[in-house]
């Protein structure tokens, strides 16, 4: 027959192992709520030569734009993301450059992917191939970009495509590059891979209206290439972020894109200076966290 002291012993294991359950499942409805605030973070990532975007929209919907070259985003990407989220709901790829989808290549086999948006611009690359077999290994469709396009990213936050209006595969890379805005609330910021001058002032004879942006992601990496005098005009940008490698053998930013930045009086903010580069958005306004 059962002692007294056995009945206290069986029922103190159970109620101590209820507690544990208890505090793990609330610890966990914290840390899956944690930072769904109404705040829009918007990174660019430390990738070195190459460009890497993170967004995380105030419901938690993630997209990555553009991979940079080598495993470099892998290390990022754990930075701005929790250590137990293996999603991401879509990966952009601007253009076909190495610099800017490589990095997607090992980010695939760590991570569940919805779908991929592209600009439709063609290079022979076998390190594209690769890419493109990962997806088809993985089986994740991959959507062309068309003007008029809008990527709902909940609370209000969307993505609006600007660029391409047209069939693409015969255009180089760069000017094919993927153009979009990054809208919530009264906040926005100008996205645009690649792109040359000669695509932004096309877009600027368009509506210039619809380019003023907070912060533009300058083109090229800060190549005299893009970022041209009527287009830093139209965006109006309080900041200007530079994605490119410190001491890279290109020298960007080319000084004439940094004296017509100066000119216009933007903040300029590279990720060859600082690293890492972090904004958040309320809705109302970005700080750079």
Partial sequence: ??????????????????VLIFISITLWVVVLSYGKDNTLTFATLNIGQGDALFIESP???????DGGPNRAIMKELSAVMPWYDRHIDML??????RDHFEGFIPLLDKYKVDVVLVSGTEK??????VFENKLKEKKIPEKVARRGQVVDLGGG???????????????SPNDGSIVMKLVYGKTSVMLQGDSTSKIEEYLVTLD?????SDILKTGHHGSRTSTSQVYVEAVEPGWAIISAGEDNSYGHPHQEVVDNLNKHKVKIIGTYDIGRIVFESDGENFVQK
């Fill in 157 to 171: 936050s969307f993505l609006q495509i600007l660029f391409p209006d047209r069939d693409t595969s015969k255009l």
């Fill in 208 to 212: 210039k209206g619809e380019l003023k």
């Fill in 1 to 18: 027959m059962p002692s007294v002291f056995s009945h206290i012993k069986r029922y103190t294991r159970w109620y101590v192992l209820s």
């Fill in 59 to 65: 419901t938690g919907i993630q997209v990555v734009i």
């Fill in 92 to 97: 952009v790829v601007t253009n076909p450059d």
């Fill in 124 to 129: 022979e690359s076998e390190v594209y191939k």
